[in-house]
């Protein structure tokens, strides 16, 4: 998902489809560092959360006008 994650989201193909699985894997690791590796009072997620946040954003607005998407009518 992040190599070809993100050579999708650079040339602007299937952007929603790859931006919810970033939110999805960016949300999953948040819950894996506070659970499994119990660092309860360490940083280091916010970043996490960042992403996450960036990710949705880009689901929510789609693909640009200079994207693959938009060239082949997907978004």
Excluded: C, H, N
């Excluded at 070809?4 to 989201?9: D, R």
């Excluded at 650079?10 to 960016?26: D, H, K, N, P, S």
């Excluded at 659970?35 to 640009?64: M, N, R, W």
Aim: net charge positive.
């Amino acid at each position: 998902l992040e190599v070809f994650g993100s050579i999708a989201l650079i040339l602007g193909f299937l952007t929603q489809v790859v931006a919810v699985l970033f939110v999805l894997e960016m949300i999953a690791t948040t819950i894996f560092q506070k659970t499994k590796l119990k660092s309860k009072f360490k940083g280091g997620f916010e970043l996490d959360i960042a992403y996450a946040a960036f990710a949705l954003v880009l689901a929510f607005l789609g693909p640009g006008a200079w994207s693959i998407d938009r060239l082949l009518g997907l978004g």
